[in-house]
């Protein structure tokens, strides 16, 4: 009878919260006075600016490409037409018309790279050479001279396939950099650490505006006679340099979050330093900052837009091209709007993808 009484039971799931809307906005918007207060501030916010932005930029809008209806609104509504006529603008810059399908293709070819990069199936050795075959792909598209296609200069490029590849080339080749300068920083030879602590605030100390003009009209000056380096291959190692300064300190900050015994125990199995560094302390310092290392891909894929100052039309150089036609400069505001939401949907997506990567890292962390 007393063994019956203390039979075990099977294991039960662990209470749940119940899922209901209402439980969610207690949680979430009225959990205190403050809450409250805030969450009706914000409340009456939305519903004085909504309806104004809702018939700005829908009710009262003109969608037609035609520029006459749109001075006939006289600014009472959005202008989505200027978007339409000036989209190819905006989007290639000054490519050839006629030749615009080749940065199309390129970059959908360099944004299915990137795709399948975050996907964790193809994170093998092998995606590297994808990489190489991507970006050589994009550049001989949209220089041609080769397969029947026509020349273009890279002075020629822009639009968004410019920013694309500014990007991505400059922090494909800046994150290597940046681990040789943060380790360098760390070394025990003086006279590396030295010149990586020279090159960080050296670069640090300047803005990227500097770091453009310098590689864009100084740098020439210093070349043998006869002999020049394309402005647009000079750009882009300026944003590596100067990209690879800001990730190093980054990484640095890593390293010296790993404890000491992490060397101390790999020393004592005879591990080799750079063995150290590839198996143990690297990975753990990329996994602990991968927050401000997606923080510095997002600035850089901001700061191109500063390579206008060298005669090289991104994609916000583009937009100012577009807004140099007399019938369509009147309506900025829309320009902006629209590629503020380009530049808000990539950043947005790093973001994201950045929180699954950190989830995904830090599973065995956690308890």
Known sequence: MLAK?????????????????????????????????????????????????????????????????????D???????????????????????????????????????????CWRPFWKKWLLLLWAVSLATFILIMRGGVFGLTYVETNLWGGFPLTLLLTVVGLFMALPLAVLIALGRRSKLKAIRAFCVFYVEIIRGVPLITVLFTASFLF?????????????????????????????????????????????????????????????????????????????????????????????????????????DPNWKAYFIEGYLFIAFIYFVCCYGMSRYSRWVERHLNAGMRR
């Open 5 to 73: 009484s203390f039979a075990s039971t099977a294991s039960q799931p662990p209470p749940l919260p119940p899922r209901t809307v209402l439980h969610w906005l207690r949680t979430n918007l009225f959990s205190s006075w403050k809450s409250c207060l805030a969450t009706l501030i914000l409340v009456a916010l939305a519903a004085w600016i909504f309806p104004k932005v809702y018939q700005w930029s829908i009710d009262n809008a003109v969608f037609s490409r035609d520029y006459k209806i749109c001075h006939a609104l």
């Open 220 to 324: 020439p000056l210093f070349l043998p006679p006869g002999f020049n380096i394309d402005v647009l291959l000079r750009v882009q190692i300026g944003i590596i340099l100067f990209t690879a300064a800001y990730l190093a300190e980054t990484i640095r900050g890593g390293l010296q979050a790993i404890p000491s015994g992490q060397y101390e125990a790999a020393a004592a199995i005879g591990l080799s330093y750079w063995q150290t560094v590839r198996k143990i302390t690297l990975p753990q310092a990329l996994r602990i900052v991968v927050a401000p290392l997606v923080n510095t891909f997002i600035g850089t894929f901001m700061d191109t837009s500063l390579v206008t100052i060298v005669s090289l039309y991104d994609l916000t150089g583009a937009l100012r091209l577009a807004l140099g």
């Open 75 to 117: 600014h009472s509504g959005a202008c989505w037409g200027m978007i339409g006529e000036k989209f190819r603008l905006i989007f290639f810059g000054r490519y050839p018309y006629l030749e615009q399908w080749r940065p199309l293709a390129a970059t959908l070819i360099m944004l299915a790279t990137l795709a399948a990069s």
